[in-house]
């Protein structure tokens, strides 16, 4: 088995960071829909509410008039097609950001299959300006695309100097 540029089996470091994040997504949350009545919003930062919205669509809600089913197709296709990425990285940053991109994507299919829908509660905001609500696998997804966007950017101005 390969071995990661931590010094971790590639394979046990795909695992543990996808796995942590569907955990950490789930767990955060089945404790907002226990506790957190739907549009519900709870103050916790001067910048940061705790709510309880159900996403139908994609991002932010866009194309919500779509069937769950499509999206959870289109979560399947791209899932296939991350570990088969993930399977000819191998090592370093690269590999971490799509663990991440891996894990935020389980965890939304998570959702839209068990009930149709996606939790979404971060509700983070600047005076009255807020950012659309998200979740922890939302967040996970957008962290790995940047830091897989800027590994592949660095990556590529290293090439060029060559």
Do not use: C
């Amino acid at each position: 088995m390969l071995q990661s540029a931590y010094g971790v089996k590639k394979g046990v470091l795909i695992t543990l960071v996808s796995s942590l994040v569907v955990l950490i997504d789930y767990v955060t949350k089945r404790i907002v829909v226990a506790k957190v009545m739907p549009y519900e919003s709870i103050k916790v930062l001067p910048f940061l509410n705790i709510v309880h919205v159900e996403n139908k669509g994609a991002a932010f809600g866009v194309l919500s008039n779509l069937s769950n089913n499509v999206f959870i197709f289109i979560s399947f296709i791209a899932i296939i097609v991350i570990i088969f990425y993930l399977s000819r990285i191998p090592k370093g940053l690269e590999l971490f950001s799509l663990s991440l991109v891996l894990g935020g994507a389980a965890g939304n299919l998570i959702d839209r299959i068990k009930i149709g829908k996606v939790i979404d509660f971060i509700d983070f905001f600047i005076n009255e300006w807020h950012w659309p609500a998200f979740n922890v696998a939302d967040s996970a997804l957008t962290v790995g695309i940047i830091l897989f966007i800027l590994t592949n950017l660095r990556h590529k101005k290293h090439t060029k100097k060559i």
